[in-house]
């Protein structure tokens, strides 16, 4: 009776040391880094389980773990295995439970569009079409919707322009995602940031509405190429609004031509009349002329406090302001006449 008992124990020991080891090997081979050199996107379809997530892994040359140690380790050792279908980044010093936590846990890899400042919404559907990540989803009849119902009542309601109405920034994606969505994210923000950058405007600004201030930063945009000018340029505007005095700002006149415009503006577009030409029209043009950023709206109702009226480029991107036409004059034959 003693040896059966001493015989028991033994076999019961090598069991216990047996699955001891197991369960180390195991989990070192689920542990061990997988086979990567270099950051990689795959892909889980949707309806993928775990163990067939593992087989495509091991088809794809990512990881090296058995079949067998798979089987073994979802079943009683990995937790969770509902994993979610997505796109992932694995990379290089990940193991097999780390990217299992990304795939259960849906944490799909961001991709990135910029929307990008001063282009038109044009242009905006165009880098939208051309992204490959994107589901390209827009026609006109969705655009003129995607402003609707916003909670204000400065915009969009009145407006079926949709130029403008969406705010320049880098928006983050999961693969697959409608442009659509991409859009209404771009209103909200500008919705957003527009309200809040109203209330704080500075005070006798010559703009009725937050709408109007959203036109004038349009122009700003387009006028500016060098970020610390601004303020400076919306100060110019702000004090030519006040005084009656047209814009005159040639992107104004550029939009109004539209498509035709072949890159040469002449007098002829100056002269003919659009409701966009602000040589022609006193005041703001009927809707913005381009996609603004936050740094143009800011400047757009905080302005630069300054005397200057007008401004000609300089011809390397920066600009001469003057407070008389003469010195104006003479600017305009220095930087422009003599090119």
């Known amino acids: ?101 990304l795939f259960t846990q849906g944490d799909e890899h961001l991709f990135a569009v910029s929307l990008v400042e001063g282009l038109t919404l044009a242009q905006w559907l165009e880098a939208l079409k051309q992204n490959p990540d994107l589901v390209f989803d827009l026609n006109e009849e969705k655009l003129n919707q995607l402003p609707q119902d916003n909670g204000v009542d400065w915009c969009c309601d009145n407006v079926s322009h949709t130029e403008g109405v969406f705010l320049a920034d880098t928006y983050f994606f999961s693969k697959g995602t409608a442009a659509s969505e991409v859009l209404k994210r771009a209103h909200r ?24 201030a959203l036109i004038l930063a349009s122009i700003i945009e387009k006028e500016t ?54 040589y022609v029209i006193k005041g703001l043009p009927p809707t913005p002329i381009a996609m603004a950023g936050k740094a143009a709206i800011h400047a757009a109702l905080h302005p630069l406090a300054t005397d200057a009226l007008y401004f000609v480029a300089k011809g390397d ?9 003469a010195d104006h004059n003479a600017a305009v034959r220095k930087y422009q006449l003599k090119r």
């Open 1 to 101: 009776m003693k040896r059966i008992v001493i015989f028991l124990l033994f076999l019961i020991m090598l069991v216990a040391v047996g699955g001891t080891c197991g369960v180390m090997y195991v989990s070192s081979k689920v542990t061990t880094n997988l086979t990567l050199e270099k950051d990689t996107l795959i892909t889980i379809e949707n309806g993928s389980n775990a163990y067939r997530t593992v087989k495509y892994l091991r088809k794809a040359g990512i990881t090296d773990v058995s079949p067998f140690v798979a089987k073994v380790w979802l079943k009683f050792f990995a937790g969770s295995t509902s994993v979610k279908s997505g796109t992932y980044m694995l990379r290089p010093g990940q193991s097999l439970v780390d990217v299992f936590t």
């Open 189 to 212: 923000a500008l919705i957003e940031f527009v309200s809040h950058e109203w209330e704080q405007r500075d005070i006798d600004l010559p703009l009725a509405t937050p709408y109007e």
């Open 317 to 325: 991107g920066s600009h001469q302001f003057s407070t008389t036409l």
């Open 225 to 278: 190429a060098v970020p610390e000018e601004r303020d400076m340029i919306s100060g110019v505007f702000v004090n030519r609004l006040n005084r009656n005095m047209r814009l005159q700002t040639d992107p104004t006149v550029i939009y109004g031509i539209g498509p035709a415009f072949d890159g040469n503006i002449t007098r002829k577009h100056l002269r003919t009349a659009t409701p966009y030409n602000t």
